[in-house]
């Protein structure tokens, strides 16, 4: 079996509802109560966990999946896959912790609920119910879909060594330039509606560079964080409070630039009752994109339902 992919952290905080802006951002910025997701992966049929239910998918799931063929050059039909969701926020595959899976087996997806809406763990399932081949390719998982589908832990494994494909210049995390852009989405066929946020970074130069991000401070050397520190993330705080999240670098390849080459990452949040690292209550929010220790100046939006 294949299996998984780790690992963004989030964080929900739950401010008082007067506590000022900077103060809270501050908390955001040092505070990372994770939780762990893990994602697996499997080609072979393993059986449907008991509490497994089959749900119908939503229709910003037919965007995701027309986003994930773009990206990986592959048609499919979305119609033939059979979608279940466990509760919680891990599921057992084959003995193993994860919180989805795709079975060529039985052409469908498992999900737990904590990744019904995220849209980068959907993704990462799409894409190897399109591909249809074991492990984690390079060329699509860090390659063409790197920008739409979350790819960690051994995801990366899988990926194989990376080489850089030309000589480059190492430079500090302030060489590249860092915008986002939030977008309140129009509501989907179902009525769902998602805030999307779009975080680029750019190598401005015409030659070829290597992003070298500093540790987390005070970990230990060796650690998981020392080794791994942070790529893109967020922060969005809003009338509920805040939420944000990170990827860590664990591939090269994602500090790697080509000349005048652009990253991005796309995250998105469904507009419901709940703040939960893929859910956001309507209303005002203050929201920024990160990469590499660095954030953008920040937008203000208007969240309606
Ligand atoms: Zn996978």
């Given at each position: 079996?294949?299996?998984?992919?780790?690992?963004?952290?989030?964080?929900?905080?739950?401010?008082?509802?007067?506590?000022?802006?900077?103060?809270?951002?501050?908390?955001?910025?040092?505070?990372?109560?994770?939780?762990l997701s893990l994602i697996g992966c499997d080609l072979i049929t393993p059986p449907l966990p008991p509490n497994a239910a089959e749900f119908a998918p939503p229709a910003v799931y037919t965007r995701w999946w027309a986003m994930t063929e773009a990206c990986s050059g592959r048609s499919g039909d979305l119609t033939a896959l059979r979608w279940y969701h466990v509760p919680g926020y891990l599921l057992s595959v084959n003995g193993q912790e994860a919180s989805g899976y795709y079975s060529l087996g039985g052409n469908r997806i498992v999900l737990v609920d904590e990744m019904m809406d995220d849209g980068g763990g959907v993704r990462h399932e799409m894409l190897h119910a399109l591909l249809k081949?074991?492990?984690?390719?390079?060329?699509?998982?860090?390659?063409?879909?790197?920008?739409?589908?979350?790819?960690?832990?051994?995801?990366?494994?899988?990926?194989?060594?990376?080489?850089?494909?030309?000589?480059?210049?190492?430079?500090?995390?302030?060489?590249?330039?860092?915008?986002?852009?939030?977008?309140?989405?129009?509501?989907?066929?179902?009525?769902?509606?998602?805030?999307a946020l779009e975080i680029s970074v750019r190598n401005s130069r015409g030659r070829a560079v290597l992003v070298s991000v500093p540790p987390f401070p005070g970990v230990l050397p060796g650690s998981?964080?020392?080794?791994?520190?942070?790529?893109?993330?967020?922060?969005?705080?809003?009338?509920?409070?805040?939420t944000s999240s990170n990827m860590y670098i664990e591939d090269s390849s994602t500090v790697f630039f080509k000349p005048f080459e652009t990253k991005q990452f796309l995250y998105e949040f469904r507009v419901d009752s709940d703040l939960t690292p893929t859910h956001i209550p309507p209303g005002q929010y203050s929201v920024r994109g990160g990469y590499a220790w660095r954030w953008t100046a920040g937008e203000t939006i208007a969240v309606t339902p």
């Open positions: 079996m294949e299996s998984r992919l780790v690992a963004s952290r989030s964080a929900v905080l739950r401010p008082s509802p007067r506590q000022p802006l900077p103060t809270l951002l501050r908390v955001l910025a040092v505070t990372f109560v994770g939780t081949v074991p492990g984690h390719p390079r060329a699509q998982f860090l390659g063409s879909c790197a920008s739409l589908v979350e790819c960690q832990g051994s995801c990366v494994t899988d990926a194989g060594a990376w080489h850089a494909p030309s000589t480059y210049t190492v430079v500090p995390p302030d060489s590249v330039d860092l915008t986002s852009h939030a977008t309140l989405q129009a509501r989907e066929a179902d009525g769902q509606r998602f805030l998981v964080d020392a080794e791994n520190p942070p790529g893109f993330n967020y922060q969005l705080l809003g009338p509920a409070g805040g």
